[in-house]
């Protein structure tokens, strides 16, 4: 009777400590090829080098070029404006997608909501600096471009976000709206809208919040703002520019990102 | 009889000032008129550009795999050969810290110390943060590999500790009881309360480092994104829809492999 049993407890079966130690198995080894695949081509006299190379960098940027602010001023306001304007887009854009994909308001199940949800995939697959270098291609290079590509690429991030909002809706106070009689859009309106606007206003602000950040570096493709002047200064090597670039672009991310902090505490 | 209004409109909440809301609304509007005039956009270029624009729409929709298909197969074992090393060794190297710059198991100095790592490293947009890995290592995937490694740390770790600062604190508690050390601490009291969570954020930053490692590949640092990048170059519209519907492609099994494999392991 007593000897079938393990003297001892264990928290797992001895089965599960197999599969879990396949598991770790199966990590190391692909780690192991990936890593054998992945560095077939490197040099690795320059990784060797890199130190050196990271000091050499460093003595050039310091100290970074402060009398090149004013020339930058330009460049950021319309860093700014490409972010913001570019939200304005992808939120104008995303309203209806969302509407089509959340799976208590969209018109048709079978057709529109899969449409809706592939361009929210679609849209967030792609990285806005993707979308900028394809529409520098078409529209030629400047903030243009830059604001179509932020507003695609936000898209399908305020999507996203919002058609779970909507899903997550409270379906008591839809149904007491109903009852009232109301038409379709004044349900839309008076119980639906209502409910998910703090999250809309949330996400909007967030969403400015990362384009503000992604603005900064679409210049890298000649979709205009501060990314421009940091290109050209790389390209002509004038380290000290380069530093006061980014060190502008770190004040900028932090700034907008404690405004975007201060609005969401205040909305939500 | 009283008629009754038939409409009804919920009063200002945060501006309660007339003045204020159209001070506002006009501040705006000046604001709106203003950045809409910096768009030095050029109508005859935007013309001319309609042509290529149509051409791209006809590469994506009749995209094509066979003629660039070594350079594409190429670009994507980069990228996901970069994505897979790097979201292992970011996570490594996240847990440490996102364990240290948790209040409530860290000790102060250790606390702020991490803290600052994971500051420095959100505040670096990846592609910044990669330009300089190509300068100092060379171009490849190699440099991309250490700018999606460092990336991961200041995601993993931010959520992670988090999460450890949000446990259970009874549980905690019971265990520090039984005069367990540090480490049967975090062993016996922390882990099992986090691992669900680490394992899904993991497989969320696997997602978002393939999606980077197409973006990075622009500035030189391998991966499809410089395929990508060549593609668009060379006004190869229909080898460049191709990549991005790849690109799309795995971006959707991997969300809905992740989500599958999150509702398993919970």
């Given at each position: 009777?007593?000897?079938?049993?393990?003297?001892?407890?264990?928290?797992?079966?001895?089965?599960?400590?197999?599969?879990?130690?396949?598991?770790?198995?199966?990590?190391?080894?692909?780690f192991?090829y990936?890593?054998?695949?992945?560095?077939?081509?490197?040099?690795?006299?320059?990784?060797?080098?890199?130190?050196?190379?990271a000091?050499?960098?460093?003595?050039?940027?310091?100290?970074?070029?402060?009398?090149?602010?004013?020339e930058?001023?330009?460049?950021?306001?319309?860093?700014?404006?490409?972010?913001?304007?570019?939200t304005?887009?992808?939120?104008?854009?995303?309203?209806?997608?969302?509407?089509?994909?959340?799976?208590?308001?969209?018109?048709?199940?079978?057709?529109?909501?899969?449409?809706?949800?592939?361009?929210i995939?679609?849209?967030?697959?792609?990285?806005s600096?993707?979308?900028?270098?394809?529409?520098?291609?078409?529209?030629?290079?400047?903030?243009?471009?830059?604001?179509?590509?932020?507003?695609?690429?936000?898209?399908?991030?305020?999507?996203?976000?919002?058609?779970?909002?909507?899903?997550?809706?409270?379906?008591?106070?839809?149904?007491?709206?109903?009852?009232?009689?109301?038409?379709?859009?004044?349900?839309?309106?008076?119980a639906i809208?209502?409910?998910?606007?703090?999250?809309?206003?949330?996400?909007t602000?967030?969403?400015?919040?990362?384009?503000?950040?992604?603005?900064?570096?679409?210049?890298?493709?000649?979709?205009?703002?501060?990314?421009?002047?940091?290109?050209?200064?790389?390209?002509?090597?004038?380290?000290?520019?380069?530093?006061?670039i980014?060190?502008?672009?770190?004040?900028t991310?932090?700034i907008?990102?404690?405004?975007?902090?201060?609005?969401?505490?205040?909305?939500? | 009889?009283t008629?009754?209004p038939?409409?009804?409109?919920r009063?200002?909440?945060?501006?309660?000032?007339?003045?204020?809301?159209?001070?506002?609304?006009?501040?705006?509007?000046?604001?709106?008129?203003?950045?809409?005039g910096?768009?030095?956009?050029?109508?005859?270029?935007?013309?001319?550009?309609?042509?290529?624009?149509?051409?791209?729409?006809?590469?994506?929709?009749?995209?094509d795999?066979?003629s660039?298909?070594?350079?594409?197969?190429?670009?994507?074992?980069?990228?996901?050969?970069?994505?897979?090393?790097?979201?292992?060794?970011g996570?490594?190297?996240s847990?440490?810290?996102?364990?240290?710059?948790a209040?409530?198991v860290?000790?102060?100095?250790?606390?702020?110390?991490?803290?600052?790592?994971?500051?420095?490293?959100?505040?670096?947009?990846?592609?910044?943060?990669?330009?300089?890995?190509?300068?100092?290592?060379?171009?490849?995937?190699?440099?991309?590999?250490?700018?999606?490694?460092?990336?991961?740390?200041?995601?993993?770790?931010?959520?992670?500790?988090?999460?450890?600062?949000?446990?259970?604190?009874?549980?905690?508690?019971?265990?520090r009881?039984?005069?367990?050390?540090?480490?049967?601490?975090?062993?016996?009291?922390?882990?099992?309360?986090?691992?669900?969570?680490?394992?899904?954020?993991?497989l969320?930053?696997?997602?978002?480092?393939?999606?980077?490692?197409?973006?990075?590949?622009i500035?030189?640092?391998?991966?499809?994104?410089?395929?990508?990048?060549?593609?668009?170059?060379?006004?190869?519209?229909d080898?460049?829809?191709?990549?991005?519907?790849?690109?799309?492609?795995?971006?959707?099994?991997a969300e809905?492999?992740?989500s599958?494999?999150?509702?398993?392991?919970?």
């Amino acid at each position: 009777m007593t000897g079938d049993f393990p003297k001892e407890w264990q928290y797992r079966t001895p089965k599960t400590k197999l599969l879990i130690w396949a598991f770790w198995l199966c990590m190391v080894a692909g780690f192991v090829y990936c890593w054998q695949v992945m560095n077939e081509g490197t040099i690795w006299f320059f990784v060797q080098d890199a130190p050196k190379q990271a000091a050499d960098i460093g003595s050039r940027m310091w100290p970074p070029k402060l009398s090149y602010v004013p020339e930058l001023m330009i460049p950021l306001w319309d860093t700014l404006n490409m972010a913001t304007l570019g939200t304005m887009l992808g939120v104008i854009l995303a309203v209806p997608v969302a509407f089509l994909a959340a799976r208590n308001t969209t018109p048709s199940t079978a057709i529109l909501r899969p449409i809706a949800l592939f361009i929210i995939v679609a849209s967030r697959s792609i990285n806005s600096l993707i979308w900028a270098l394809l529409l520098v291609a078409i529209l030629g290079p400047g903030i243009l471009a830059g604001i179509i590509a932020i507003g695609f690429r936000s898209v399908g991030f305020v999507g996203k976000l919002l058609y779970e909002a909507i899903e997550e809706t409270d379906v008591t106070q839809i149904e007491a709206i109903r009852a009232t009689g109301a038409s379709p859009t004044q349900v839309l309106n008076y119980a639906i809208v209502p409910q998910v606007m703090p999250a809309f206003w949330g996400i909007t602000v967030f969403r400015w919040d990362i384009n503000i950040r992604e603005s900064a570096i679409l210049g890298l493709v000649g979709a205009g703002g501060i990314g421009l002047k940091l290109q050209a200064s790389l390209n002509i090597l004038s380290w000290p520019q380069v530093a006061t670039i980014l060190l502008l672009i770190l004040l900028t991310v932090v700034i907008s990102e404690w405004v975007s902090a201060k609005v969401r505490t205040a909305l939500i | 009889m009283t008629s009754y209004p038939t409409t009804w409109k919920r009063p200002p909440q945060i501006f309660k000032h007339r003045g204020w809301r159209i001070g506002l609304q006009l501040a705006v509007l000046v604001w709106f008129v203003l950045a809409i005039g910096t768009i030095d956009a050029n109508w005859e270029r935007i013309a001319a550009g309609m042509e290529r624009g149509l051409r791209f729409v006809q590469g994506f929709l009749q995209p094509d795999f066979t003629s660039r298909w070594s350079d594409i197969y190429g670009g994507l074992i980069e990228s996901l050969t970069m994505t897979f090393t790097s979201t292992i060794v970011g996570i490594a190297i996240s847990v440490p810290i996102g364990i240290g710059a948790a209040r409530n198991v860290a000790p102060r100095a250790v606390y702020y110390v991490c803290r600052g790592i994971i500051a420095v490293s959100r505040a670096l947009q990846e592609v910044i943060v990669a330009i300089f890995f190509v300068a100092m290592f060379g171009f490849g995937p190699f440099a991309g590999f250490l700018t999606l490694s460092f990336a991961t740390i200041g995601f993993i770790a931010k959520l992670l500790a988090e999460d450890i600062e949000d446990i259970d604190e009874t549980q905690a508690e019971a265990i520090r009881a039984t005069g367990a050390s540090w480490w049967q601490l975090i062993n016996y009291a922390v882990q099992p309360q986090v691992m669900p969570r680490l394992i899904g954020l993991s497989l969320y930053r696997f997602d978002i480092n393939f999606r980077e490692s197409a973006v990075i590949g622009i500035v030189g640092a391998g991966g499809i994104g410089a395929t990508l990048n060549t593609a668009i170059d060379r006004y190869e519209y229909d080898s460049a829809g191709a990549i991005l519907l790849i690109i799309i492609g795995i971006v959707l099994i991997a969300e809905y492999g992740s989500s599958y494999l999150r509702k398993f392991l919970q």
